[in-house]
């Protein structure tokens, strides 16, 4: 039996103890399955789309669990095939003999991601919907939830479908120039389907801008916490976390790996990395611990520089990459600042009492507002790693296209190259159709006459 003939069970909720947990069941034979492990009344009564409360029956006609079952008729279900959803009471125990009993009577266990690629492959959804339903499962602040819903809409799918018309539009003038060179064609000029073409590298361009902030959305903004030993890194963290996270003490080198949790900051998730202390050691572990630090720090969305404003400067400083955003914390702002930091630009901070910690939640958010997508917007676009990479191949074939008809190369060099860029952007959203060239030829040319 093929993946696409089978039915398909898993648990749809979450494993654990629950009021609740729903069952899903998809394929052609969930009717059947269900006649098996139901009261006979049960298919006499069933309707789509109607709740039916009845009992899950073992192999010996004995009640496991009184359920509601909801029937969805294909094509009008999430999967696009028929489709059985079980709400039964949410122990362990009960929710495993259900599933247990749906697998006896003919089911077989949903691998991860089924039921959306079975979506996907009935026409339900496209790639990069269904890529957003995990989006927005995984979405841990408003507008990375935002964006996801948007994605699930089709805003991404929408754009890509728009390019892709206009890319076939293009293809197809130039394939009848091709083809049908003693045809009575009047294909665009040179000039004009250079146009078009900047137009498409212009829209790809805008779409690539947002990947970063996209990154940002979805895997949080990687903030690392750096500074001497002692000055509050550690506590700083347990501060913003609001518990006690990381250990402190005003032992040096009490810090020997990287901590990592996340929080929610003015709307965004940071994932906050508390480092091993910088200073010169000649313990091997502490050695490995601040080696940890410098990688960190090259890898950073974010540093955060704990300074002790407290006690005088040190003679080295760290070292962060230009390019990396940084914020200065002047920590220990509950004491006296030495004298060393009275000129020094920062943050004043004290984890005593929380004082600064509005004015570094205002400075994150103005250094990352311009990369994350508006929040205002009707439309949020931001693209995944997948769809930068094929964005990226794409907008390298139109442009390789456009220097092919500015050289007057021959039309066959320039078709090579947009077909290359069709076919990247239908690995976006799960669509490569060569038909549409021939009809998009055919219905626009009217050729075969």
């Keep these: 039996m093929s993946t696409s003939e089978k039915t398909i069970a898993a648990q749809a909720t979450a494993v654990g103890q629950g009021a609740i947990a729903v069952i899903r069941m998809s394929g052609s034979a969930c009717l059947e399955v269900l006649r098996l492990c139901t009261p006979p009344t049960l298919s006499e009564k069933l309707k789509p789309r109607y709740a039916h409360l009845s009992y899950i029956l073992d192999a010996n006609q004995a009640p496991i669990d009184q359920v509601l079952i909801t029937y969805f008729a294909a094509p009008a279900s999430y999967t696009g095939e ?36 079975r979506a996907f492959l009935n026409g339900q959804l496209d790639l990069t919907q269904a890529e957003a339903v995990m989006d927005i499962i995984s979405a841990n602040n408003d507008l990375a939830l935002k964006a996801a819903q ?30 049908f060179p003693d045809e009575d064609i009047s294909p665009d000029t040179a000039e004009a389907l250079l146009l078009k073409l900047q137009g498409m590298c212009k829209k790809i361009t805008s779409l690539l801008a947002t990947a970063d902030g996209g990154r940002l959305l979805r895997e949080g903004i990687r903030t690392v916490i750096v500074g001497p030993p002692n000055v509050g890194k550690s506590s700083l963290l347990n501060s913003l976390l609001g518990y006690e996270r990381a250990i402190v ?24 990395i508390d480092t091993a202390g910088l200073r010169d050691s000649d313990d091997v572990i502490e050695q490995a611990g601040i080696r940890r630090t410098t990688q960190a720090i090259s890898s950073a969305d974010l540093v955060l ?18 390019q990396t955003p940084h914020i200065r914390i002047l920590n ?29 939640e205002t400075a994150i958010y103005q250094i990352f507002a311009e990369k ?54 239908g690995e976006i959203t799960g669509t490569i159709d060569t038909e549409d060239i021939l009809g998009a030829i055919f219905s626009s040319f009217c050729l075969g006459k």
């Design 150 to 179: 948007f994605q699930l809409q089709g805003s991404i799918g929408s754009q890509i479908y728009s390019l892709r018309d206009d890319l076939i539009h293009v293809l197809a003038h130039i394939e009848a120039y091709i083809d």
């Design 372 to 425: 994350l997508p508006s929040e205002s917007a009707n439309n949020l676009i931001a693209v995944n790693a997948r769809h930068q990479h094929e964005l990226s191949l794409c907008l390298e074939h139109l442009q390789l296209a456009s220097d092919s008809i500015e050289n007057a190369d021959s039309p066959e060099f320039t078709a090579l190259e947009l077909r290359e860029a069709l076919t990247h952007l």
């Design 332 to 360: 220990k702002a509950d004491l006296d600042r030495h004298p060393d930091w009275a000129a020094t630009q920062g943050i004043a901070f004290s984890c005593l009492n929380d004082t600064g910690r509005s004015e570094l």
């Design 305 to 322: 520089e704990v300074v002790d404003a407290s006690q005088a400067r040190p003679t080295d400083e760290v070292s962060i990459p230009a």
């Design 249 to 272: 003490s005003n032992i040096a080198g009490t810090t020997r790996d990287t901590v990592e949790e996340r929080i929610l900051i003015a709307g965004l998730t940071l994932r906050l």
């Design 82 to 117: 028929d489709t059985v959803e079980i709400s039964c009471h949410g122990g362990m125990l009960v929710t495993e003999r259900v599933l247990q009993r749906l697998f006896q009577c003919g089911a077989s266990p949903a691998e991860p991601g089924e039921f959306t690629k």
